[in-house]
Nanobody, 110 residues
Framework: VQLQASGGGLVQPGGSLRLSCAAS????????MAWGRQAPGNKRDLIAT???????IYADSVKGRFTISRDNAKNTIYLQMNSLKPEDTAVYYC?????WGQGTLVTVSS
């Protein structure tokens, strides 16, 4: 199983970023997928989940600002992040609920 997140970077408060996660090594079309994040000194938290049918569920901390989506033809999930806040600074990871992939760092700072 391979899960490779990308798209992180430095963004100003109020800005947007779109993360991608390319998956391989398992049946992606039958997998519930998720995004989590881990800020320095904190535990990893699950922030968004997407069902096989494409329905998203969000943690309260990101609800209304982040949108999870999937492209089954590309074995990829995405996380569109809008209205970013400094407290969104973290390493973001994707998961198939069995494995966590390598993360991508998002820094929100002016």
């Amino acid at each position: 199983v391979q899960l490779q997140a990308s798209g992180g970077g430095l963004v100003q408060p109020g800005g947007s970023l779109r993360l991608s996660c390319a998956a391989s090594g398992f049946d992606f079309t039958e997998a519930i997928m998720a995004w989590g994040r881990q800020a320095p000194g904190n535990k990893r938290d699950l922030i968004a989940t997407i069902s096989v049918a494409g329905n998203g569920i969000y943690a309260d901390s990101v609800k209304g600002r982040f949108t999870i989506s999937r492209d089954n033809a590309k074995n990829t999930i995405y996380l569109q992040m809008n209205s970013l806040k400094p407290e969104d600074t973290a390493v973001y990871y994707c998961s198939n609920y069995d494995t966590w992939g390598q993360g991508t760092l998002v820094t929100v700072s002016s």
